[in-house]
């Protein structure tokens, strides 16, 4: 005899339950998820809302905040926030705490909304297993590579607006593929580009490789071609998005509205194959250590993660198409890195990569929605019932064992976000410190210039800055550096005499050094520490600085 009926695609919605519905009859589910991403964005990015922080660009930006290299990068939304935050006396460097507050409200809605449909798309109504798809979808908000990017003050309203609608894009495709649903994301996709172009990484990573999910739901006749047409939809929407970021930037500079930045996307074969080179050797520093954002050898971990959850979907025979995921997460990996290639100039710094991120968290919620379905089909199969039952036993062996090795799989993956969020509060403060390095030799600075305003009563209006012969980019207390992380904002040409004006309240320009005075008092010379007695000449209203 047979307990009762069902399929391996029992608890994918194939149509009769709507988007809607699901969510209020698991309203539950919706409360939890909302409450531990908040808790999950708490723990990652607490550090940077109870301490004041400051980038490269931060004393610029106080000081103007007509920041037009945003137009010439191709982020013209993030250029009209600004804009209209600036006109409205909002300082995006001064206001940074309820800013980033804003961020970290739609960093939470974002992952609250991807874990509701990726657990519509998949059948989930357990709360751990729809909190599980939640911790690993956390990944694409809970890395080092995000708070990279977020360590500059000036990005959270940008991020805000991104973020958010990235992942409006990215559900709207994947929850149908009608033209209503298709231009929606379009447009959205177009609003999350002009904040920051690596998110195009995270649409692509969203839609194809959590698209997969939809696959067992299509009837077999119908899948492939199912499958291409929503490849082809997805790739089309994400590639004319792209142009039109680019062509945009090529119209404001013909409108001389901009200058030509050198940053821009090139055709030019050389550069691009040059690039690819470049990015190849470079999956080295992201797989051993994050680009040196994480403890030697810890990127390892997230490998095998991602690898053991491959091969227990293969050996559980899921519903899902391995073959079909494995081509998207490819895709979406090469794609996390596409903007790099057409790069003129290219940076390869953790912010521009984030969508590195997007795919692994996309690779193993997906790996997780599709082991807890077939867990909850399984359960449910039909069992033959002899005399002494040993097939119903054996089976519920074998569901008992699955769910323990899923249980560990989990756990392990809880374990490492939690050990990124402490990776994250460590890199928080070390830029704490490396500012508060920067703002105790700027004050010093401005002390010596303050008394000998006193002493000679003459106001200083002029101050040149120039780096002694080895100049230190970082200061010896702080232990990361990568691109403008961890870099002394003493040594940023643009920004340093701003960062002496600001907390000295002077208000003096900047010229060139000049020779005469370089070659009388500093030619050659290098400093190990601050000496201010040394490095600092004040002569009539000009102050000479040397870094040391």
Same mark, same amino acid.
């Given at each position: 005899?047979?307990?009762?009926?069902?399929?391996?695609?029992?608890?994918?919605?194939?149509?009769?339950?709507?988007?809607? =519905?699901?969510?209020?009859?698991?309203?539950?589910?919706?409360?939890?998820?909302?409450?531990?991403?908040?808790?999950?964005?708490?723990?990652?990015?607490?550090?940077?809302?109870?301490?004041?922080?400051? @980038?490269?660009?931060?004393?610029?930006?106080?000081?103007?905040?007509?920041?037009?290299?945003?137009?010439q990068n191709g982020r013209y939304t993030w250029w009209q926030v600004t804009m209209w935050l600036d006109q409205h006396g909002v300082n995006l460097v001064l206001d940074q705490r309820p800013?980033?507050?804003?961020?970290?409200?739609?960093?939470?809605?974002?992952?609250?909304?991807?874990?509701?449909?990726?657990?519509?798309?998949?059948?989930?109504?357990? =709360?751990?297993?729809?909190?599980? #798809?939640?911790?690993?979808?956390?990944?694409?908000?809970?890395?080092?590579? #995000?708070?990279?990017?977020?360590?500059?003050?000036?990005?959270?309203?940008?991020?805000?607006?991104?973020?958010?609608?990235?992942?409006?894009?990215?559900?709207?495709?994947?929850?149908?593929?009608?033209? *209503?649903?298709?231009?929606?994301?379009?447009?959205?996709?177009?609003?999350?580009?002009?904040?920051?172009?690596?998110?195009?990484?995270?649409?692509?990573?969203?839609?194809?490789?959590?698209?997969?999910?939809?696959? =067992?739901?299509?009837?077999?006749?119908?899948?492939?071609?199912?499958?291409?047409?929503?490849?082809?939809?997805?790739?089309?929407?994400?590639?004319?998005?792209?142009?039109?970021?680019?062509?945009? #930037?090529?119209?404001?500079?013909?409108?001389?509205?901009?200058?030509?930045?050198?940053?821009?996307?090139?055709?030019?074969?050389?550069?691009?194959?040059?690039?690819?080179?470049?990015? &190849?050797?470079?999956?080295?520093?992201?797989?051993?250590?994050?680009?040196?954002?994480?403890a030697p050898g810890s990127m390892i971990i997230l490998l095998c993660i991602v690898i053991i959850g491959i091969v227990m979907a293969i050996r559980l025979h899921v519903s899902l198409n391995v073959t079909e995921l494995l081509f998207a997460a490819a895709l979406s990996y090469a794609a996390s890195f596409a903007v790099h290639v057409l790069e003129r100039d290219i940076q390869?710094?953790?912010?521009?990569?984030?969508?590195?991120?997007?795919?692994?968290?996309?690779?193993?919620?997906?790996?997780?929605?599709?082991?807890?379905?077939?867990?909850?089909?399984?359960?449910?199969?039909?069992? =033959?019932?002899?005399?002494?039952?040993?097939?119903?036993?054996?089976?519920?062996?074998?569901?008992?064992?699955?769910?323990? @090795?899923?249980?560990?799989?989990?756990?392990?993956?809880?374990?490492?976000?939690?050990?990124?969020?402490?990776?994250?509060?460590?890199?928080?403060?070390?830029?704490?410190?490396?500012?508060? &390095?920067?703002?105790?030799?700027?004050?010093?600075?401005?002390?010596?210039?303050?008394?000998?305003?006193?002493?000679?009563?003459?106001?200083?209006?002029?101050?040149?800055?120039?780096?002694?012969?080895?100049?230190?980019?970082?200061?010896?207390?702080?232990?990361?550096?990568?691109? *403008?992380?961890?870099?002394?904002?003493?040594?940023?040409?643009?920004?340093?005499?701003?960062?002496?004006?600001?907390?000295?309240?002077?208000?003096?320009?900047?010229?060139?050094?000049?020779?005469?005075?370089?070659?009388?008092?500093?030619?050659?010379?290098?400093?190990?520490?601050?000496?201010?007695?040394? *490095?600092?000449?004040?002569?009539?209203?000009?102050?000479?600085?040397?870094?040391?």
């Amino acid at each position: 005899m047979v307990a009762r009926i069902a399929s391996d695609n029992r608890h994918y919605p194939s149509s009769p339950v709507k988007f809607i =519905p699901f969510i209020v009859s698991n309203r539950t589910n919706a409360f939890y998820s909302l409450a531990f991403s908040t808790i999950i964005m708490l723990l990652g990015y607490s550090g940077l809302l109870l301490r004041r922080h400051y @980038s490269t660009d931060s004393y610029h930006l106080i000081d103007n905040q007509q920041a037009y290299w945003y137009l010439q990068n191709g982020r013209y939304t993030w250029w009209q926030v600004t804009m209209w935050l600036d006109q409205h006396g909002v300082n995006l460097v001064l206001d940074q705490r309820p800013l980033l507050v804003l961020a970290i409200i739609s960093f939470t809605l974002s992952l609250t909304l991807l874990t509701l449909v990726f657990s519509y798309v998949a059948g989930l109504t357990i =709360p751990l297993q729809v909190m599980s #798809v939640n911790v690993a979808l956390s990944l694409l908000f809970i890395n080092v590579f #995000v708070e990279e990017f977020m360590l500059f003050p000036e990005v959270a309203v940008s991020a805000a607006i991104g973020f958010l609608f990235v992942t409006i894009a990215a559900t709207l495709l994947l929850k149908s593929s009608r033209w *209503q649903y298709a231009i929606g994301s379009f447009a959205c996709l177009m609003l999350a580009l002009g904040c920051y172009q690596s998110l195009i990484g995270y649409y692509l990573a969203i839609v194809l490789v959590g698209g997969a999910l939809k696959t =067992p739901t299509i009837a077999n006749d119908k899948k492939v071609k199912s499958v291409i047409l929503r490849w082809i939809e997805t790739i089309a929407i994400a590639g004319i998005a792209g142009i039109a970021n680019i062509v945009i #930037v090529k119209m404001l500079i013909k409108a001389s509205v901009i200058i030509d930045p050198g940053r821009g996307a090139t055709t030019n074969v050389h550069t691009m194959l040059a690039n690819i080179i470049i990015i &190849l050797k470079y999956q080295f520093k992201l797989w051993w250590n994050a680009d040196g954002l994480m403890a030697p050898g810890s990127m390892i971990i997230l490998l095998c993660i991602v690898i053991i959850g491959i091969v227990m979907a293969i050996r559980l025979h899921v519903s899902l198409n391995v073959t079909e995921l494995l081509f998207a997460a490819a895709l979406s990996y090469a794609a996390s890195f596409a903007v790099h290639v057409l790069e003129r100039d290219i940076q390869l710094t953790p912010r521009s990569n984030m969508a590195f991120w997007a795919v692994q968290g996309i690779l193993l919620a997906t790996l997780i929605c599709s082991l807890f379905t077939k867990h909850n089909s399984r359960q449910e199969q039909p069992v =033959p019932l002899d005399k002494d039952n040993s097939n119903g036993a054996d089976s519920q062996i074998i569901t008992n064992n699955n769910a323990r @090795s899923m249980f560990v799989f989990i756990s392990v993956i809880s374990i490492f976000v939690f050990g990124i969020t402490l990776n994250m509060q460590d890199i928080s403060y070390d830029l704490y410190t490396s500012n508060s &390095l920067d703002k105790d030799y700027a004050l010093n600075v401005a002390a010596r210039i303050h008394d000998y305003e006193k002493e000679t009563g003459v106001s200083v209006k002029k101050i040149a800055i120039k780096e002694d012969a080895k100049p230190q980019q970082k200061y010896r207390s702080t232990r990361y550096y990568n691109n *403008q992380l961890g870099r002394r904002i003493m040594n940023v040409d643009y920004a340093n005499y701003q960062m002496i004006n600001y907390l000295g309240r002077l208000q003096m320009e900047k010229i060139d050094f000049p020779s005469k005075i370089y070659k009388e008092y500093f030619n050659q010379k290098n400093w190990e520490v601050e000496d201010l007695d040394q *490095q600092l000449i004040i002569k009539g209203d000009t102050a000479y600085l040397m870094l040391y």
